[in-house]
């Protein structure tokens, strides 16, 4: 049917007019995506072309702009500190896009129930999520600081800690992925919901009819129904916290040491702290096709036996 | 959904006013005058109130010039601000670094030559009065003078009185050697059973009063070097920090902590709270002043121990400084310099913040009664004051040795100078040889 829709969009062709048609056609389609590509191409493509330009010159933003072929790139595969950041910003991205793809399943269940005061429930989870950087970094710290926070505080009542949650080699992407949760769980809780508001509710009183209850109808209908968006959310947050930098930069300015050193926060150093353009978008350039591999593996391992 | 849509809005309007309002609290706009003047800092702490009041003070004194300053974090959000704005040609009429900036901003063409304001060249300000050492770290190799100082800061140690007197200590005791500093902040530090760190039954795993602590690696680092006559490179550019005698003297340091449990692990320790509640000797610069008067009842100010060989008091020095972009021009650049020549001549207004001016002659009349620890910086670093060397690219020189310092005393005693050193060596050696 949706085939034989589209044909019958499609303009006639083999005379002078049709030709004219179908010129006509593809003119008026494409005058929708213009706005958006000229937009795309002056503040996406044209970027990401500089930047892959810039990357290969030593770019200082004054001075001369010598071309120097692959050298940052050769510059920074053997820089060990690259590669410190490289391991702690996938350690990052892979343990915060686990939980922000888990634990907001279970938290959109539990807020698609009806229940009195759902919707103020709602807004109140999804609240820190339209916090800025610095307003969840300065909290954060005040809270998790190891001799006067109050988490360390409460902690020591019930004679615990006090605990070094930022100030830990061990514990500290633990601790910023935790915060990055509480900070960032909103949005992936809001697409679980709509998600959740499309599954038939039929299926759930077939399964009750069946004898199925609550973890069950979880475990067997819920969560298969949710596997495209789950596959969303996972690839999403995968790409987003690959390019995590506000935490470290306001919480923990990448230490203990260089723990929590990250790309992203290196890529900035380098290119506005030390001025090396050409060095920071060599980086960008690596960590976007180390993005884009990790996204395919989503893709192709994620993406199999999907049901719609 | 009426319920969400009010509860939302509300959340969202509180979060908004309270960002607003800390933004508003770091723009301030003084004057009328139809000369407009935009003025950048990175004077977030107490110290950009006094700043403000100098700022206010010199509108009224010229009508004719308004300013509007604006003061942002140093490490995170200056720089990057200000090199945008002078990539864009859009700078500050006057912006306020560190004499350690000079050459690499100089090297980039953005500064103005402001030699002019010098008495050898006809300007306003007399060249005698500032510190000789300034006056080098501001002249470029053509003999330029790129900046005005405005004060003359640098590293000290602050005691806690009342820490003192629990051990048992008078308050104005200070080291002469690194024996005798280490004894003392033996004796400064205490256990849950009133013992210190010299006695037999002193008990490592329940400290309740530090002696000392490690605090902001840069200035320890630089005044270590300097007090044994060492420097991260030499004039040839060598890089010089795989130096065992380097090493060592920064292994001593880390010992503190790691060997005689007299300062606490480094990472994540509030050294200032800390300083009014359970740490007795801070080693901290002449900017603490407001927090340390404000917060610690009976504090002392005293100059930074001589822990190198043979008794050099040297200590790490540094200077704010204004510069002007090198498109300032008419007006602007005529109230700009009005403006810098003020602020030399108001450096005992300044010195209100605990930073020692940088004339040499309002140092010397610093009241000891109304300036307790800028007196006793000011004569320190005018005395010994020693300034880091520059480089065209310092700003990533400096974050090499940072990091391998952070490294090694936020391991929790797991790596040593030893692990750290030679990687930054080599790391800087690169740098050095990049530019060559």
């Known amino acids: 049917m949706l085939s034989r829709i589209r044909l019958s969009l499609l303009p006639e062709k083999h005379s002078a007019s049709g030709t004219w048609r179908t010129w006509k056609w593809y003119v008026g389609n494409y005058a929708f995506i213009v706005p958006f590509m000229l937009l795309f191409g002056i503040f996406i493509l044209r970027p990401i072309l500089a930047s892959l330009q810039m990357s290969f010159f030593r770019w200082e933003i004054f001075g001369p702009k010598p071309f120097i072929g692959f050298e940052n790139y050769d510059e920074l595969l053997n820089d060990d500190l690259w590669w410190v950041a490289l391991r702690n910003t996938v350690y990052f991205a892979f343990l915060t896009s686990a939980l922000l793809t888990t634990v907001p399943i279970f938290i959109a269940i539990a807020l698609n129930m009806p229940f009195r005061g759902r919707n103020v429930f709602r807004t109140l989870f999804f609240f820190p999520y339209v916090l800025s950087a610095s307003v969840v970094g300065l909290v954060m710290r005040w809270l998790l600081g190891q001799q006067f926070g109050i988490v360390n505080h409460l902690l020591g009542t019930v004679g615990v800690g006090p605990i070094p949650f930022i100030a830990d080699s061990e514990l500290v992407i633990p601790s910023l992925s935790v915060i990055t949760l509480w900070w960032a769980f909103g949005f992936p809780m809001l697409i679980y919901l709509a998600g959740l508001s499309n599954i038939p509710q039929d299926i759930y009183e077939a399964a009750r009819i069946d004898g199925a209850r609550g973890w069950q109808m979880t475990r067997y209908i819920t969560i298969p129904l949710l596997r495209p968006i789950i596959l969303f959310v996972a690839v999403t947050q995968l790409i987003s916290h690959f390019q995590v930098f506000a935490q470290p930069y306001v919480i923990t300015n990448g230490g203990p040491g260089q723990d929590s050193f990250t790309v992203i926060f290196y890529m900035f150093r380098a290119a506005w702290t030390y001025f090396r353009m050409g060095f920071g978008t060599a980086m960008a350039v690596l960590l976007a096709v180390i993005i884009m591999a990790f996204t395919l593996l989503q893709f192709r391992f994620g993406g199999r036996r999907l049901e719609y | ?436």
């Open chain 2, 1 to 436: 959904m009426n319920n969400f849509r009010i509860v939302f809005v509300i959340l969202l309007l509180l979060a908004a006013t309270v960002g607003v309002q800390a933004q508003d609290d770091l723009v301030s706009e003084f004057g009328t005058g139809d000369i407009e003047l935009l003025f950048w800092n990175g004077l977030t702490g107490p110290d950009g109130e006094t700043m403000v009041g100098l700022v206010k003070a010199f509108t009224e004194e010229n009508p004719d010039v308004s300013v509007r300053m604006e003061r942002l974090n140093w490490t995170q959000q200056y720089f990057p601000k200000l090199l945008a704005g002078l990539a864009a040609g859009n700078p500050p009429d006057i912006f306020l670094m560190h004499e350690y900036e000079m050459t690499q901003f100089n090297t980039m063409g953005v500064l103005r030559d402001l030699s002019d304001m010098y008495s050898n060249n006809g300007g306003p300000i007399p060249i005698d009065d500032v510190s000789p050492a300034i006056i080098d770290s501001l002249t470029d190799p053509n003999g330029r003078i790129m900046g005005v100082p405005l004060d003359f800061h640098g590293y000290g140690e602050w005691h806690n009185c009342d820490l003192f007197d629990a051990a048992g200590v008078p308050c104005d005791t200070l080291a002469t050697t690194r024996d005798e500093y280490l004894e003392l902040a033996q004796r400064l530090t205490l256990d849950g059973n009133g013992n210190n760190a010299l006695s037999d039954d002193f008990d490592a795993d329940n400290i309740v009063q530090w002696g000392t602590s490690i605090f902001w690696y840069r200035p320890g680092f630089l005044t270590a070097l300097a007090q044994n006559n060492m420097s991260w490179a030499d004039d040839m550019g060598q890089a010089l920090l795989e130096d065992q005698a380097i090493i060592d003297t920064m292994q001593w340091f880390q010992d503190l902590e790691c060997v005689h449990s007299v300062a606490p692990p480094p990472a994540g320790f509030d050294r200032y709270r800390a300083l009014s509640i359970n740490m007795a000797i801070f080693n901290h610069g002449s900017w603490a002043w407001n927090f340390v008067s404000q917060n610690v009842e009976n504090w002392m100010a005293l100059p930074y121990p001589a822990l190198g060989a043979e008794g050099n008091s040297a200590v790490w020095a540094s200077a704010h400084v204004f510069y002007l972009p090198i498109q300032a021009e008419g007006d602007r650049l005529e109230a700009s310099k009005r403006f810098l020549a003020y602020m030399s001549d108001a450096g005992l207004d300044w010195a209100h913040s605990g930073m020692p001016p940088a004339r040499i002659s309002q140092i010397e009349n610093m009241d000891p009664e109304v300036y307790p620890s800028a007196s006793v910086f000011g004569a320190n670093l005018l005395e010994n004051g020693v300034f880091d060397r520059q480089h065209r690219n310092w700003l990533e020189i400096e974050a090499q040795y940072a990091d391998a310092m952070a490294r090694a005393f936020e391991s929790e005693c797991e790596v040593s100078m030893a692990d750290v050193f030679p990687e930054a060596n080599a790391r800087i050696q690169r740098i050095l040889d990049r530019y060559k």
